[in-house]
């Protein structure tokens, strides 16, 4: 069992940055693929990002490509969103997941375990 609890979210001017890290419990983590999503008010949940259990590989969709970053510390079970140059389009709760699979791609299905979410607010 894996147990993901998200922190850093909070309140940003249009084109400030955000770190957000997600701190998962269990032995396995470190053999999982994650990624996070997103899920703005009356929308439903998108994909961000994900990344493979050795952190080699990464998959970013369009929209934030050049703009947020991902990376994952094995050591530490967590894994971290860099967020830069941050658009109002870009509020929303964001959730960090983890899949035995070791998938890490943009089907919410390849994911097993979620955290709570932490919400994100850029104004603009």
């Known amino acids: 069992q894996v147990q993901l609890v998200e922190s850093g979210g909070g309140i940003v001017q249009a084109g400030g940055s955000l770190r957000l890290s997600c701190a998962a419990s269990?032995?396995?983590?470190?053999?999982?693929?994650t990624g996070w999503f997103r899920q703005a008010p009356g929308k439903e949940r998108e994909f961000v990002v994900g990344i493979s259990w050795s952190g080699a590989s990464t998959y970013y969709e369009d929209s934030v490509k050049g703009r947020f970053t991902v990376s994952r510390d094995n050591a530490e079970n967590t894994i971290y969103l860099q967020m830069n140059s941050l658009k109002p389009e870009d509020t929303a709760v964001y959730y960090c997941a983890a899949g035995r699979s070791g998938s890490y791609g943009s089907d919410p299905s390849l994911y097993d375990y979620w955290g709570q979410g932490t919400q994100v607010t850029v104004s603009s």
């Open positions: 269990g032995r396995m983590f470190n053999r999982y693929g």
